[in-house]
């Protein structure tokens, strides 16, 4: 039995949202753009409320959470 391979991969589950999570935080973090400001831009490409609401989210908790990873990073090293 011959399977066909599809030349594209699977999708990841999440990966839009994680993706466009990135764009937000880059925003923020490297240009100064408040999340408000950089979320047109990094939530164009994804369709559904949920991917945006998971983006959103993410974003988020990685901000509010910064300092503490941040001094969790430092204190492995």
Not at 12 to 19: F, K, N, S, V, W
Not at 21 to 45: F, I, N, P, Y
Not at 47 to 56: E, I
Request: net charge positive.
């Amino acid at each position: 039995m011959n399977r066909q391979r599809s030349s594209k991969p699977a999708a990841i589950p999440g990966e839009p949202a994680r993706l466009a999570a990135m764009r937000l935080l880059d925003a923020v973090l490297r240009r100064g753009e408040t999340l408000d400001q950089a979320e047109k831009a990094a939530l164009r490409d994804l369709a559904g409320a949920a991917d945006k609401g998971l983006a959103r989210a993410l974003a988020g908790e990685v901000l509010r959470w910064m300092t503490d990873l941040d001094a969790l990073i430092d204190s492995a090293m």
